[in-house]
């Protein structure tokens, strides 16, 4: 024929069979969960997590109403087909069954969070100390009723600081959580129920057993319902089982698993296109998805490395003050000081040596970074999620959704004998293959005319990318594809007018539609079809090249098989086209020609990656931190997407890889050659736990597909079983036990399920796996930060802790006393460590190794020595250098000091003589600040030069911390680097000088 | 702390705190081989002789600066305290009670003003000079032996009738007791230019002062701090200065009734309201004579 070559398009659902049995896999997978699993565990805990899943796992197996007829399921949930429930009924069953909802997980009541603050860390040691100031208090009264009241004095302000702090960390905490709730806030969901034999809209929640719902595309599926009519239903099951591929739904029983049968729509599902009437059956956590949300919440949250490092921190802390206190109480005992005054000395010490404001700056700081964090899209629940991110080692992250734009798109195009790359990225502006062709023209006519996808209307402003679609997946991505190359696709099909249509249906699978031509002269029909590349193929006779027709043989048809095969090994949909001439015709009696067309081209589509993620991959990697990718969805798909991203690098080999490649079996491959696995959860559920470890451990490069939620489960606890923080980030509902399991979950914001936000520590607002990249870095710049915040604290124990040692071992006039230690604590503790917490990150601060859980410390020995034994000591001379000038200019030279206590607290003494015959009246208490006088602080006003007389010390620690830091940089590792700050003794110094002189 | 937390039997434990201890394979002992132990301990000697070093060195640089004589600063001791003897604290201040009929409660009393006024007997004055002059006695140079600067003799005959010389009991037994006053001694400090100095007590309580106004005999007359005494030039400078004293006799201090009596000096630099401090320029005492 001389005519315009009809192009036959023709569409493929699946290319791999396996994709269809896919649900089943992952359905075996989880029946045999709880008995092989966990084989041969002896532990406890894991025993009884095991029972836990088993009795749900048990539940989900009960479920037969995909099995009954409609007139069984009547009798069962006492209702009516046609008439729906009375509104009694269902008022009754509202009653007992409670509203049709996820029962959010559980809060923490705030007075509990309050609580917690005022009791932890350093506040146990604190209340401790006030208790005891009002014991010796209470004793010294009993004895002397004159007694001062400078120990109740004390013990309030200790009280008071506790509350303090604690009142403002739950604050700052609190503050951050608030952002959370404004966002869990969601519009309440609607249904379309029959009751009283009238259609009714009510509120998705008031949904009960029983009720018949109607559901059309773009519903939610309000609650698990059995299907009793559908018309070309399709539901979105991704976020239940991972897949992106559009599931159908029919009325049929077909499968004796519920999940895998057609007649169930899950709860939280969305319904794509068609329409459909079911009954429901399961409501709030009794459905599916409700059962593996409880899932979720049954999994125990970990503690947080952070709370971990800041616990062992405070041990630390606590330990020193405590065996320094109680070392000096016996010293002091055996020095003959009274018991109560040995008491009060030892609270001196615990106070020197507690960073009081610590807990609350490391509060201040979190919520600081949370804050930059929200900034860059990364909205953090919990707040000590935000370090977590940077100490994290291995990532599991969810496929769709997260690592791809969760949207089919054209990939490639084979046409001329030719593949061809379309450009995948989120904007499609790009499209650079050969568009010369004669062929192109032919293919782009099919791509445009042979679609049933439209745009819905009002949005010619709206980029094509993010226009809505009325449509299934595939022909969404082929009308915007040919939007994007041709233009105005729709004024196309005007132009082209559609006579008669066949649509796509699973025993043809191929679609064909009839159009007048715009071609004036040319009056003949147009016939285009697109369906599954054999299918197309067994139609044609003819293939286009380079525009023009020429006769099919083996040698074409093998070129297109060969094409066919690489496309999908892509892990790609791959779809044909072709077209030829048209006489008059019936669609019904199919009286047109179906044969003897010509072959125009192939399309392949996929969910393409994030255009940032191979980016941010490469930057995790650098990061010393690993990729697994663990997915629902199919290994082909899964290790195309892994490749693609580069999870699996491009030049690394599963062990399949090498088999393929030097033609051996399997088996005989050595298994060090191969740096990527991917594991099915199929062979996930043979293993036993060593072995998972084994994979874990061998493998640089994983991805496990096909994994059931309860998988993705245990792969996380195998990650952690290695001393790995573990962030796991995903979208679905599916994703959620492993979300809470994890170190830190990561939820996606647009495309996530509440249930994975629910149990995720932090969401991504922009979906971006790239801002998990940001987050990491400030994580780890937020752990560097609070070392040196800690380290900045912990030099000024030193310098507060030695005027008590001096006074009770040389008997100098004491040079700060307990309260004003607190003062000085809370001043310089919580300003100017927030000042460090905006420090720059260090250049390498993402070329490091994640750090080790139980090796790299917060405070570590180095650390500790470093701040204690060198700056400490120098900024204690410093400050001992300021009482000495101070009391030699006044009158008592360091000689006539020592030992001078006694007399110097004796109240009788009103003319104690200094080194030049001068005679003092000392008094115990004076304050003279501008604001009056307040006699619990032992203050008076100092000469300005005091200020000064340190900064030689301050200038000696600076160079000493230079110095320090340049060894370091000249020989690295040579010291352990405990990651100090720049000279932090200046302020303390100078505060010091307060001390009581009168 | 953290390491508690792992299960671990006690066994295992005590073998890695052996390791830790000696560690045969390494050599390391206690975490480090001998000689880092070696190293690190001659750092630590050293940084620590270093710094003690540099804060010796600075202590001997402030000793350079101070003035052997006076003290760079006297901004905290602007007015003097002053101090009652005989001196017996209770539970507020100084409290003094005695039984004029029983000895042995004011024995000590008086055996506390004889050997404070030790210091005053001629024999310990005898290296100062007699001064005649009203006036303030200001010495520039250092005209007395040794390099010093000569004090003025303050002897206990100065007291008159409470010198304990003619009345070894100072009053006490017939219920008109001695009190001694004495003012603090500040470097360079004249209490005022051209008057001296003088002690005036009376009672606290508005009530008594009503009734009958306190009757004070004071020794030396007019209970004056003559002004030759000052001002004072330091330890170093008058080695064997005495501070002067007044002895005020009370005359009509009620029986078996507690009064309070305060004492002031009266003197244009000399402060006695200063609320802090309750000794500036002043002292109060309470007294109670039992009959």
């Known amino acids: 024929a001389n005519t315009a070559p009809l192009l036959l398009l023709q569409k493929t659902p699946r290319i791999y069979s396996v994709e269809l049995n896919g649900a089943k896999d992952m359905k075996q997978t989880d029946k045999g969960d709880g008995k092989d699993k966990y084989r041969g565990l002896q532990d406890n805990c894991l025993e009884l997590r095991k029972n836990q899943r088993q009795e749900h796992l048990t539940k989900e197996i009960d479920l037969d109403d995909h099995k009954l007829s409609n007139k069984e399921l009547e009798t069962k949930y006492h209702t009516n087909i046609v008439t729906g429930l009375s509104s009694t009924q269902a008022a009754e069953l509202l009653a007992r069954d409670g509203p049709n909802a996820l029962s959010p997980p559980k809060e923490t009541p705030e007075i509990i969070k309050f609580l917690k603050q005022m009791v932890g860390g350093f506040s146990i040691l604190l209340w401790a100390g006030a208790i005891l100031c009002w014991i010796a208090y209470g004793i010294q009264y009993s004895s002397d009723k004159s007694s001062s009241l400078d120990n109740v004095y004390l013990g309030t302000v200790l009280a008071l600081v506790v509350i303090l702090t604690g009142i403002f960390a739950y604050y700052q905490e609190a503050k951050s959580t608030n952002i959370m709730a404004s966002f869990s806030k969601m519009i309440p969901q609607q249904a379309l129920v029959i009751r009283d034999s009238e259609k009714k809209i009510i509120p998705a929640e008031q949904l009960v057993v029983g009720d018949i719902v109607e559901i059309k595309g773009g519903d939610q599926i309000p609650a698990d319902i059995r299907l009793l009519f559908a018309q070309g239903c399709k539901v979105d099951n991704s976020s239940l089982t991972g897949e992106s591929e559009p599931q159908s739904r029919s009325c049929e029983f077909t499968h004796d698993d519920p999940l895998e049968t057609k007649n169930i729509g899950f709860y939280s599902t969305t319904c794509l296109e068609g329409t459909a009437t079911g009954m429901v059956i399961n409501t709030g956590d009794r459905t599916i998805i409700g059962q593996i949300a409880s899932l979720a919440s049954g999994v125990g949250n970990e503690k947080t490395p952070i709370a971990i490092e800041i616990k062992h921190f405070v041990h630390i802390v606590a330990g020193v003050a405590i065996s320094i206190g109680v070392l000096f109480f016996i010293i002091a005992v055996s020095m003959k000081y009274r018991v109560l005054d040995s008491i009060i000395f030892l609270i001196g010490i615990i106070v020197a040596n507690v960073p009081e404001g610590l807990l609350a700056t490391v509060t201040v700081t979190l919520s600081l970074t949370a804050k930059r964090m929200a900034k860059k899209n990364c909205l953090v629940k919990n707040l000590e999620a935000v370090e977590t991110l940077g100490s994290t080692s291995i990532i599991c992250s969810d496929k769709t959704g997260t690592l791809t734009q969760n949207r089919m798109t054209v990939a490639h195009l084979w046409f001329d004998n030719q593949i061809f790359m379309a450009d995948t990225s989120e904007d499609q502006l790009k499209q650079t293959f050969d568009q010369s062709s004669g062929t192109w023209a032919s293919l782009s006519k099919i791509i445009a005319l042979c679609n049933r996808a439209e745009f819905r209307p009002g949005q010619e402003r709206v980029p094509i990318m993010k226009r809505v679609v009325v449509g299934d997946a595939s022909e969404t991505a082929l009308l915007k594809f040919s939007e994007v190359v041709l233009g105005d696709v729709m004024e196309i099909r005007k132009r082209n007018h559609k006579v008669a249509e066949i649509p796509f249906n699973s025993t043809n699978k191929f679609q064909l539609s009839i159009h007048k031509t715009d071609d004036p002269i040319d009056k003949r029909f147009l016939m285009v079809m697109k369906g599954a590349p054999e299918k197309v193929l067994e139609k044609c006779s003819t293939i286009m090249v380079n525009g023009q027709e020429q006769p099919l043989n083996n040698s074409t048809a093998e070129a297109f098989y060969t094409a066919y095969m690489e496309l999908g090994g892509l892990g790609e949909r791959v779809l044909a086209d072709e077209f030829p001439e048209t006489y008059s015709f019936d669609v019904d009696a199919m009286n047109f020609p179906m044969s003897d067309l010509c072959f125009v081209g192939l399309l392949s589509m996929i969910d393409p990656p994030r255009s940032t993620v191979p980016d941010a991959i490469t930057k995790c990697r650098s990061a010393g931190i690993k990729v697994i990718m663990v997915t629902g969805d199919h290994p082909i798909t899964a290790k195309a997407i892994a490749k693609s991203v580069g999870i699996i690098s491009a030049n690394s080999e599963t062990v399949e890889d090498i088999a393929k490649r030097l033609n051996v079996a399997v088996e005989q491959v050595n298994k060090q050659d191969a740096k990527a696995a991917v594991v099915t959860g199929m062979e996930l559920k043979d293993m036993s736990e060593d072995q998972l470890d084994e994979v874990l451990t061998s493998y640089p490069e994983i991805v496990f597909a096909r994994t059931s939620p309860q998988q993705k489960l245990i792969i996380v606890e195998g990650c952690q079983r290695q001393d790995a923080v573990v962030a796991v980030t995903g979208d679905g509902v599916n994703d959620s036990p492993a979300l809470k399991k994890a170190d830190i979950g990561i939820a996606m914001g647009i495309a996530g399920s509440d249930a994975a936000k629910n149990a995720a520590d932090m969401v991504l607002l922009d979906d971006n796996f790239a801002s998990i990249v940001t987050g990491v870095e400030e994580g780890r710049l937020i752990f560097d930060n609070l070392k040196k915040t800690i380290a900045y604290t912990l030099t000024k124990n030193i310098a507060e802790l030695c005027p008590f040692l001096i006074y009770i071992i040389v008997g100098v006039p004491l040079p700060l006393g307990t309260i004003t230690i607190l003062f000085i604590d809370l001043g310089t503790d919580i300003v100017p460590s927030i000042a460090l917490a905006y420090e720059k990150a260090e250049s390498d601060i993402m070329n490091r190794k994640p750090r080790h859980k139980k090796n790299d410390r917060l405070v570590n020995k180095p650390l500790a020595v470093y701040s204690y034994l060198h700056i400490g000591i120098m900024q204690s001379l410093g400050a001992f250098l300021v009482y000495f000038t101070v009391y030699a200019q006044e009158g008592f030279r360091p000689s006539t000091l020592i030992n001078l206590r006694v007399e110097w607290e004796k109240d009788s003494v009103n003319n104690l003589e200094d080194s030049y015959g001068q005679e003092w009246i000392i008094i115990a208490l004076i304050l003279s600040y501008g604001l009056g006088s307040i006699t619990a602080l032992n203050f008076t006003m100092l000469r300005p030069q005091y200020w000064f007389v340190a900064v030689p010390h301050a200038i000696l620690i600076w160079v000493y911390d230079e110095v320090r830091k340049l060894f370091i940089r000249l020989y690295p590792g040579s010291i352990r680097d405990p990651g100090l700050p720049y000279s932090p003794g200046f302020v303390q110094n100078i505060v010091w000088k307060d001390v009581q002189s009168n | ?291």
């Open chain 2, 1 to 291: 702390m953290a390491a508690l937390q792992e299960k671990k039997s006690c066994s295992q434990r005590m073998e890695e705190f052996q390791r830790y201890c000696w560690n045969p394979d390494t050599g390391q002992m206690l975490g480090r081989t001998l000689s880092r132990w070696v190293w690190i301990s001659l750092y630590y000697v050293a940084f620590y002789v270093v710094m003690t070093g540099l804060f010796a060195l600075c202590i001997y640089s402030l000793m350079c600066t101070l003035d052997p004589y006076t003290p760079d600063y006297q901004d905290q001791l602007k007015s003097p305290g002053v101090t009652l003897r005989p001196d017996v604290y209770g539970d507020e201040g100084l409290d003094i009670s005695y039984n004029i009929s029983d000895n042995g409660t004011w024995t000590d009393l008086v055996h506390t003003l004889h050997d404070f006024l030790e210091g005053y007997s001629p024999a310990a004055q005898e290296d100062n000079i007699n001064c005649t002059s009203d006036k303030v006695f200001i010495q520039e140079s250092f005209r007395a032996p040794n390099h010093t600067k000569f004090s003025c003799k303050f002897t206990t005959d100065m007291l008159q009738n409470c010198s304990g010389l003619e009345d070894p009991n100072f009053g006490f037994e017939e219920g008109k007791p001695c009190f001694i006053i004495k003012m603090n001694r500040i470097v360079r400090f004249l209490p005022s230019n051209r008057t001296a100095p003088r002690v005036d007590c009376a009672f606290l309580d508005q009530h008594h002062k009503d009734v009958q106004p306190l009757q004070v005999e004071y020794y030396p007359p007019n209970g004056t701090f003559s002004l030759h005494y000052f001002p004072y030039y330091g330890k170093k400078a008058q080695p064997h200065y005495s501070n002067p004293l007044v002895a005020a006799k009370l005359l009509n201090v009620p029986r078996n009734t507690e009064v309070v009596i305060v004492c002031k000096i009266l003197a244009e630099h000399v402060t006695y309201d200063n609320p802090h401090d309750p000794f500036e320029g002043k002292v109060e005492f309470k007294l109670k004579i039992h009959k």
